[in-house]
């Protein structure tokens, strides 16, 4: 099969999460049977976005905040097409905060992928809404007055079909989330905690092998779904990860769609040349 492997270098700093999560990323769509041009992979603006020339694909790059519409408006036309969408915790948890409060709520079928790397980091390491309360950080060095958005519990109130948890570190286990994801019937939230020696001294790499256990060692119920908001909301002792709920009997948004009942064709499929002049007519 053609590799997703690409002449471009990463620019990321060393020991940037990003390369792991990078090197996941294309073995769960390799091992998924996935060439590059079966696959459409959309990118928010940061320092991962900055990976989007750096493997094959299909791939689109757009505003700050913004990966989620784009990627679900491609998702929409071509419901085909597996479609992930990577995004900073700076952008999906301030600026584009509505989008994935519509993306979760809506149940677009679309992988997402949260480089959470608790900063802006490409900006150089300003405090984000997910930085731990009263760390040092550029623009404030007496750390931040407000308190830490409490992302998971917000993710779940949300009633989500799919989430999951890793860190940049475990390889082996965002493969195999990520592939899980793709086969999800709907909205897949994939939070990723991810190093970022250069900005964050606080959840680092080593804090991260230190505190985070897999939950299939202990027989986690995935369809629990107030076991599995509990142990993603309380990370003060150790953190879990793996899928931590997952549910696949209710149809997502474009399975719910009225006009699209009974149709075999994808809206791309359909598109087509047609002569408006008779009604331009009409109306004028
Ligand atoms: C609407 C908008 N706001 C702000 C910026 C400036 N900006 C570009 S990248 C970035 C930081 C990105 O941080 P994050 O989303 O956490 O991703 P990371 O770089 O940490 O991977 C900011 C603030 C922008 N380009 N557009």
Known sequence: MQSYSCVN??????????????????????????????????????????????????????????????????????PKLPVIAFGGDGASFSE????????????????F????????????????????QGQKMNTAPNGIPEHTLPSMDFVFSLEPT???????GDIPQMTEIMKAALKHRGFAFVDILQACPTWNHFATHEYFLEHCYDVTTEGHDTSDFVKARA?????????STGILYQREDIPDFYEKLVPRQGKTTTPVEEVAITDVTAYMKKLL
């Open 9 to 78: 270098k990463c620019t990321w700093c060393d020991g940037c999460g990003d390369y792991g999560i990078w090197t996941a990323v294309k073995r769960a769509l390799t091992e998924s049977g996935l060439a590059p041009w079966q696959v459409c992979l959309c990118f928010d603006v940061g320092c991962h976005g900055n990976g989007s020339d750096k493997l094959q694909g299909y791939r689109f790059h757009g505003l700050h905040g913004r990966v989620i519409p784009f990627a679900a408006g491609a998702k929409l036309a071509n």
């Open 96 to 111: 584009g905060i509505g989008h994935l409060v519509h993306g979760i709520r809506s149940d677009y079928p679309i992988v």
């Open 113 to 132: 992928v949260l480089h959470n790397n608790a900063n802006y980091g490409l900006t150089l390491g300003q405090a984000s809404a997910l930085t731990w």
């Open 162 to 168: 799919f989430v999951a948890r890793s860190f940049s």
């Open 231 to 239: 142990i993603a909301v309380d990370t003060s002792k150790r953190i």
